[in-house]
């Protein structure tokens, strides 16, 4: 299963930015698809995931800010970042999980899209 993430940029602060991931390949199901990010010398973190019942957990500094829609039927993800502030400079990275139409589960990164936060 494959992941490809768009839509980073360079935005100023106060900003918005629509980041978006679709997968494809083999897919029966996914249960979780998400984003992560990573600034340099930080660890990677979770910004938000929905579970696909509808369940979504966010990053608790982006709260508010970041919304994390998902399109069932076409395997995809969004995240709608708002209000965006320089510390939200990381390079983004999509994931999902599930399963295979051979019934073997996976789990799968994006390739990662680059969020610059400045003025």
């Known amino acids: 299963v494959q992941l490809q993430a768009s839509g980073g940029g360079l935005v100023q602060p106060g900003g918005s930015l629509r980041l978006s991931c679709a997968a494809s390949?083999?897919?029966?199901?996914?249960?979780?698809m998400g984003w992560y990010r990573q600034a340099p010398g930080k660890q990677r973190e979770l910004v938000a995931d929905?579970?696909?019942?509808?369940?979504?957990n966010y990053l608790d500094s982006v709260k508010g800010r970041f919304t994390i829609s998902r399109d069932h039927a076409k395997n995809t993800v969004a995240l709608e970042a708002n209000s965006l502030k320089p510390e939200d400079t990381a390079v983004y990275y999509c994931?999902?999980?599930?399963?295979?139409?051979?019934?073997?589960?996976?789990?799968?990164w994006g390739q990662g899209t680059q969020l610059t936060v400045s003025s």
């Open positions: 929905i579970i696909s019942g509808g369940t979504t």
């Open positions: 994931y999902a999980a599930g399963m295979t139409t051979s019934f073997i589960g996976f789990s799968s």
């Open positions: 390949g083999s897919i029966l199901s996914i249960n979780v």
